[in-house]
């Protein structure tokens, strides 16, 4: 995959950032209330897409248009590449430049559950969002809900509009959490077809059915079962 970081082509709605769909402009009006700065607005939507959407890594498919920013908009449910593209696409229908980037990840906290679902504790080209303010890039990353992190002792990423906010190193004991092993860079669309063949190729048990969902053995807190 090759990036592109074109400053023209990040505000423009896309097939899969589609804040030309109702559904996405709903989402993102309702989630900056009556903020009216870029940047108060960009937050407002970091927070509404990390604890408004969801995260379950069995809600995945090899239908790309379950990547779609209007998708996750109607189901409220996501992992990571979902839910950054969310809120790129939100970030865009209120003029922010934004793109969305990938990173491989080793997670030291992954539960056995999840773990022998996808035969590996690294993350394959786990999703963030790169937003513009003030003409600086700034990498953020809104995928676990806080109750989530609450419940289960992960440090809840927060984000006031300045700096990146990136997936913490250590878990709120101190212990190793998320490690980042290779950045790929950020991009003016999503390039769901290249995605869903690494992570076919990754995690072969994981994609079962082109039906988002049926690789679940329950719904939306399962993944967390030990």
Known sequence: MTAVNEPDKTLAPTPYLDFDKEVVRAFAEEAAGRAKTPRDRAVALFYAVRD?????????????????????AEELVGY????????????????????????????????EK????????????????????????????????????ERFGVKTLEWSGEGNSMMHPFDAEGKKHMEYLVDWG????????????IWVDKYP??????????????????????
């Open 114 to 149: 999840l773990k022998k679902r996808l035969g590996t504790d690294v993350f394959y080209h786990h999703g963030y969002t790169v937003l513009s303010l003030d003409k600086k890039w700034h990498k953020v990353t809104p995928t676990f809900n806080k109750s989530l992190c």
């Open 205 to 226: 048990r994981m994609f079962v059915s082109p039906k988002a969902g049926d690789a679940a053995e329950g719904g939306d807190e399962k993944w967390l079962d030990k």
């Open 186 to 197: 950020a991009y003016d669309e999503l390039p769901a077809d290249e995605l869903i063949k």
């Open 52 to 72: 408004g959407i969801h995260y379950d890594p069995y809600h995945v498919s090899t239908d790309p248009a379950h990547l779609t920013a209007s998708r996750v």
């Open 80 to 111: 990571c590449v979902p839910k950054a593209t969310l809120l790129a696409a939100a970030a865009r229908y209120f003029g922010i430049p934004a793109m969305v980037g990938f990173a491989d990840v080793k997670n030291h906290l992954t539960t």
